[in-house]
């Protein structure tokens, strides 16, 4: 019984701590989402001609410093079909700081009447 408590202890501890560290994480990408999409809409025609350059940096970084992070998200998806693969650290901030450059740069299509 008292091994039962420690380990619902030591379990309990742990998600709490998961939880703040996934929550920061969270916080952090989705306050600089909407720092990316303020700026897209106030400086919109400044910004549009670095969307080409941006997206051979992104690609530059991957290949060069991404060390198998290349997939990106497919790892993820794989992970969540039970398939036996390993996720890089490094995807996540390469997919944070990839998330915020298409935020910043992406064109969106506004009907008019």
Request: aromatic share 16%; proline share 3%.
């Amino acid at each position: 019984m008292k091994d039962r408590i420690v380990r619902a202890l030591f379990f309990s501890g742990f998600s709490i701590i998961t939880g703040l560290i996934v929550g920061f994480i969270d916080v952090f990408f989705s306050k600089g989402l909407i720092l990316a999409a303020n700026l897209r809409v106030e400086y919109f025609n400044k910004l549009i001609i670095f969307l080409p350059f941006v997206g051979v940096l992104m690609i530059f970084l991957y290949k060069k410093y991404g060390k198998g992070s290349l997939k990106g998200m497919g790892y993820v998806f794989e992970a969540a079909h039970m398939e036996n693969v390993i996720i890089p650290k490094r995807l996540i901030p390469f997919s944070i700081i990839s998330t915020w450059a298409t935020h910043l740069l992406e064109v969106q299509l506004v009907e008019r009447e």
